[in-house]
């Protein structure tokens, strides 16, 4: 809406939902913030009643990994309310299911965070739970390590991992060290519905520091988990202006790893992020300066963590010696291949999601494990079944130790990264080696992914339904309803997965091609290349908005 275009009125209700909440709010600051808000929708200025109703649109809800919204006032938002009211609701379904022990809070460095994860622990303390508060902002992986270890009940993590500096968000993590799956998630959004105001909410200080040992023990554990014994390699690291910095770099040299150079100007916890558009390893560009210093330094291996350090991205020096990360699948199944080769454990499971590359159903078949695909997220795959020895996704999670961090963890994935890097330099090869090595034994397996950003979601929904209604000639159509909103359409060596995104306002289409490898690999990568290239073409034109 422009300055001199009609404005939107303030309607009573909006008017009357933001007075509600600022009677009800006890931080004084979103408190005055909303006032501010209100004062200058009343007094009609442009955009004002728009925010407004944005802020008071409902209440942020569990979606694919907890909540996550914008710091700011107001019932849509990452606040001091919110997060009192949510924890309220999650004690209150603990208890109904007789689940009255212990809980661990933590934190990142994000706005916001601290006070946060101050708020949530005085909830869960006046709730009779035994609230141990980890010291400081640390990784992710680390709260869900303790809450496996120590069979507690819950673990509460306040963090928005690698979502834009605005954003902070609430995990949650149920006996077991694993994320909430429905219906928990539902039940759970219920009970905090049903939570009186935030202001009258019982809090308490009565909870317990966690103590540098008892994170030491996650170091420890970490340390243990290489399985070859070669440690020379130098590393390039960034942990993306979160916690995972200093951290990765003690983990690393407990584990042997000595030679770690990190990216200076992303080394410190910075919640406003100053060098990175989009704190995602993923992204275009996020990675440059790591990858800088890579080369700088004659690096063998780059290592970049997102902000909470939950995800793990391989970089690597290409034959002509310029740098690149690895896609998700590349890291997922150089990992994967390696556990394999050395797990102890009898009739092995292997995971990975639905939108991922075939190419671990192959590697474990020849190892003579098992393997099984889930829908996308951590939740469900540290749930593929017994035996889980690994598992991952293509956006970077890998859980490379599940007995005792069932949830993808980015630290030690970069420890087990070192230890595959090393053996390979040992023995004069590379990881690219090792991936050109995985084409030959099992076929070249090239994967893409075509994304599509809505404003209006209604739109989302509308071309899945055409999806359905009209699916393309050439392919196996399959759709995953009720299950999932994803439908998957297949050829002779295609898979094209197509499925709304459970984090962003995206509609997502995950491509694979395989292409047999019979003698020449380059010849075999060219042919490839260009049939996911006509692949990704016919997708991006079917899904044509």
Known sequence: ??????????????????????????????RAELQGVLARAMGGEPGAVEDLADRMAGTLTFGTAGLR?????????????????????????????????????????RHGSEEFAEAAASVLAAAGFTVRVLPGPLPTPVLAFLVRKHGAVAGVQITAS???????GYKLYLAGGGQIVPPADREIEAAIAAVPAAVSVPLSKDYLPVSDAEVDEYLERVASLPRGTARDLRVALTPMHGVGGQFAVDALRRAGFT???VVRSQAVPDPDFPTVAFPNPEEPGAADELLKLAAEEDADLAIALDPDADRCALGVRERDGSWRMLRGDETGVLLGSLILSTVDKPDPLVATTIVSSSLLKSIAAAHGARYAETLTGFKWLVRAGEGLVFAYEEALGNCVDPEHVNDKDGISAAVVACD?????????????????????????????????????????????????????????????????????????????????SGTEPKLKAYLEVVEPVSG???????????RLAALRAQVAELLKP
């Open 1 to 30: 809406m422009t300055a001199g275009g009609p404005r939107t009125t303030l309607t009573p209700a909006l008017r009357d939902a933001a007075f509600r909440w600022i009677a009800d709010d006890p931080s004084p600051d979103t």
């Open 69 to 109: 919204g914008p710091v700011r006032a107001g019932s849509n938002g990452m606040n001091r309310a919110v997060v009192i009211r949510t924890t309220a609701g999650l004690a209150d379904w603990l208890r109904a299911r007789g689940d009255t022990g212990t809980v661990f809070v933590g934190r990142d460095a």
């Open 162 to 168: 690698h979502n834009p500096p605005a954003d902070n």
């Open 259 to 261: 030679d770690v150079r």
């Open 420 to 500: 595959l890097a090393a053996g390979l330099k040992s023995a004069g090869r590379t990881l690219l080696d090792a991936l050109d090595q995985l084409a030959v034994d099992h076929g070249l397996h090239l994967t893409d992914q075509v994304s599509l950003r809505f404003t209006d979601l209604s739109r989302i929904g509308a071309l899945m339904a055409r999806l359905r209604a009209e699916p393309p000639a050439g392919f196996a159509f399959e759709d995953l309803l009720p299950d999932a909103d994803v439908v998957r359409l297949t050829a002779e060596g295609v898979r094209v997965v197509v499925r709304p």
């Open 520 to 530: 020449d690999l380059d010849a075999a990568r060219a042919r490839g290349a260009d």
